[in-house]
């Protein structure tokens, strides 16, 4: 592989008693839109803000296009874009003041600049509000200029930080477009995020944090492949016997099975025709049955199978 | 990149109408209203009227009458006198027409007043030191004839304990020390807008200040130009609010326009400067700052006295160092130094001292925001 443009090695972060980063390594390569899943307060956010230079860390190192990152490297810190979890613009200007301004600060020449910040507006689709001033903007549409303020220069590689947080699913759907579209562009992306099904849809790599490690790393198919579960289908039952659920668990690949609110959880490891065999036993035995879902295993269950909690609620 | 920086800073801030408010229309109203207030005691307290006083003369006495005459004429006459029959001077003093009657029958003078006022006791301090030194002369006259001219000298010399001394500016105006406090409060604002400048550039205390932080911007020419985007709208409206005061309400500043904007341009720069200062210091939050900036900025007004008058005069006898170093008590003092005396080498020895302070404040503000990693955000 070619050289990383981001490489953390074995970073330590401690608030006092609390390690909020615990030994964390990353490599990061271009073209890559690497997600940072893990639940609130697993230390994505510190990792992000350690790697930017904002915040001190007690041990390790972070590199940035091969060079060490520090408060003061403009050459590195010019190449990138950073949109923060919170939104932070200027309210006292327009939604075109906003952009220019933040653009200007790492492009000089105006006519460069112009030509940037009308991509940026038009990227987000904010042209029929350039003249708004932030307080009059949506929660969605002022999102959106919080992307187009931290990517009108054009960042080599960008950081999204929870940039979906509080965000009407059709703005949600924009930014994720978006997302995928500077990606093809040429950009490479850091996406935190604690919502998986953002994750699996976008990136192309996974880092799973907990409690300040990483706990899994890999496409969404080899994390998938980490965990037993292959396959999850769930039956509602008219009737429920113990001598049913022993049946189940008796079928191939079945490694669990329970009743949950009347209906019948069952999970497979690996095998193919799973739902046949197990429709073709409720038949045989003559059990009514209601709906029938099949579900493949999610993140959730990668995060679930690893950490014993649920992604979500953690 | 400066201007870049520089023009965005100086249209947030003439765009936030909160600070807008504060630095600009609060002063102005405030302006206004110290203008309405004491309008009304120059009136009834400060801007002396002639007493109208009715004179009823039954037999002439032709010395009172030159004394009732030269004290009723020019620019600053004490009476106004109407020469009256008694009955339409009776009623014109029921009628509350004149403050007193004054009864002329040759030497014999009497006082007729309806009610007791500080008219009617000018009037009667009039008819007695009137009685008093005619009595002296004639006195005077009967046992030595030849030192009468000694004893008319003496009582003409005036005896003052107090020393003249000439003022350039010419307000005397007791009240004029309110508006000076009026502009040392709007020379303070400008504390707000330099700690508010570095909230915006510091990674732990804004979203904004992590975003900025990110940027491939120097911090020291982010913060310079914040900084003087800072000093220049505080200016700005500080100009406008010496203007309005000086051209609009008439305040006499006792002072030239120009030497007061310089001074006024002194406070605001130690103003944003210590406002900046303190907003560098430590890492507590911006509500905890502006507490303690406004703790410091108002104990150095009080001990200055900026809220009781002899504060200052207090300080200046025990502690006489600390007037010397209050940058409040240095504003104030030479506003006080332009009006009494026109400049001075106290006014230049105060300037400096503040000039010094702009830089200690900005330099160490500087320093404390160069380059860094916050421990938390």
Redesign the interface.
């Known amino acids: 592989m070619s050289t990383p443009v981001v490489k953390i090695e074995n970073l330590v972060k401690r608030y006092k008693e609390l390690i909020a980063l615990d030994h964390f390594s990353l490599e990061i390569y271009e073209g890559e839109v690497f997600g940072l899943l893990g639940p609130n307060g697993s230390g994505k956010t510190t990792a992000i803000n350690c790697l930017l230079s904002l915040l001190s860390f007690d041990k390790g190192s972070v590199e940035i296009f091969g060079e060490e990152m520090s408060p003061d490297n403009y050459k590195v810190k010019s190449k990138i874009g950073v949109i923060m979890q919170n939104v932070a613009v200027i309210n006292e200007l327009t939604v075109y003041e906003n952009i220019d301004y933040f653009c200007g600060l790492y492009i000089k020449d105006k006519a460069e600049r112009k030509k940037c910040v009308e991509e940026a507006v038009e990227f987000v689709g904010l042209e029929d509000f350039v003249k708004f001033y932030p307080k009059k903007l949506s929660g969605g549409l002022l999102r959106r200029l919080n992307i187009a303020c931290g990517i009108a220069h054009k960042p080599k590689l960008i950081i999204f930080d929870e940039p979906t947080v509080a965000v009407d699913p059709q703005s949600r759907n924009k930014i994720l477009e978006g997302i995928q579209e500077l990606n093809r562009h040429g950009a490479t992306i850091i996406y935190t995020s604690h919502y998986m099904e953002e994750v699996e849809q976008i990136c192309t790599r996974i880092a799973i944090m907990d409690k300040g490690r990483q706990i899994a790393l890999g496409t969404t198919e080899e994390l998938k492949k980490q965990i037993k579960n292959t396959e999850k289908i769930t039956v509602e039952l008219m009737e429920q016997s113990a001598e049913l659920l022993e049946e189940i668990r008796a079928l191939p690949h079945v490694y669990e099975a329970e009743y949950i609110e009347g209906r019948a959880e069952v999970k497979f490891s690996g095998g193919k025709h799973n739902l046949i065999r197990l429709l073709t036993l409720l038949q045989q035995k003559d059990i009514r049955f209601g709906r029938v879902y099949s579900e493949l295993p999610t993140l959730n269950d990668v995060f679930l199978e690893i950490t014993g909690k649920q992604l979500r609620d953690s | ?1 400066f201007l ?2 520089l023009k ?1 800073e100086l ?3 003439l ?2 109408r909160q600070a807008m408010f504060w630095m600009l229309a609060f002063p102005i109203i405030l302006g206004t209203f110290f203008n309405i207030a004491f309008s009304g005691l120059y009136e009834s307290d400060e801007l002396f009227k002639e007493i109208p006083v009715a004179v009823c003369t039954e037999q002439e006495n032709a010395t009172f009458t030159e004394v009732m005459d030269s004290l009723s004429e020019g620019g600053d006459a004490l009476f106004a006198p109407e020469y009256l029959a008694e009955g339409k001077a009776m009623k014109k003093l029921e009628n509350g027409d004149v403050s007193g009657v004054i009864f002329v029958n040759g030497s014999d003078i009497r006082l007729s007043v309806k009610s007791e006022s500080t008219a009617a006791s000018i009037i009667r301090s009039l008819l007695d030191n009137y009685e008093v030194n005619v009595k002296v002369i004639t006195d005077a006259a009967n046992a030595d004839p030849q030192k009468l001219g000694q004893v008319i000298e003496a009582m003409s010399a005036e005896i003052s304990p107090v020393e003249a001394r000439q003022m350039s500016g010419d307000s005397a105006d007791p009240y004029v020390q309110y508006f000076y406090n009026l502009l040392a409060m709007n020379c303070l604002f400008g504390a707000l807008s330099g700690l508010g400048l570095v909230i915006s550039v510091q ?1 732990n205390l ?3 200040g ?9 911090k020291l020419e982010s913060v310079t130009a914040a900084l003087t985007a800072a000093v220049i709208l505080n200016l700005i409206c500080s100009g406008v609010t010496l203007l309005y005061l000086t051209l609009a309400l008439k305040v006499d500043f006792g002072a030239p326009l120009p030497a007061l904007f310089g001074v006024t341009a002194v406070g605001v720069l130690v103003s944003a400067s210590m406002g900046f200062f303190i907003g560098a210091i430590g890492k507590m939050s911006e509500g905890m700052k502006i507490g303690i900036l406004i703790s410091v900025s108002m104990f150095f007004c009080f001990l200055s006295g900026l809220c009781v008058g002899n504060m200052y005069a207090l300080v200046e006898r025990y502690a006489p160092w600390f007037n010397r170093i209050n940058p409040a008590a240095l504003i104030s003092n030479s506003f006080l130094a332009l009006n009494i005396y026109g400049g001075s080498g106290r006014l230049t020895a105060n300037l400096l001292t503040l000039g010094g302070y702009a830089v200690i404040f900005t330099l160490g503000g500087y320093y404390l925001t160069r ?7």
């Open positions: 990149m870049h920086l965005y249209l947030t801030g765009r936030n990674a804004s979203e904004l992590a975003r900025k932080s990110v940027s491939p911007v120097h380059r860094r990693r916050y421990a938390s955000l």
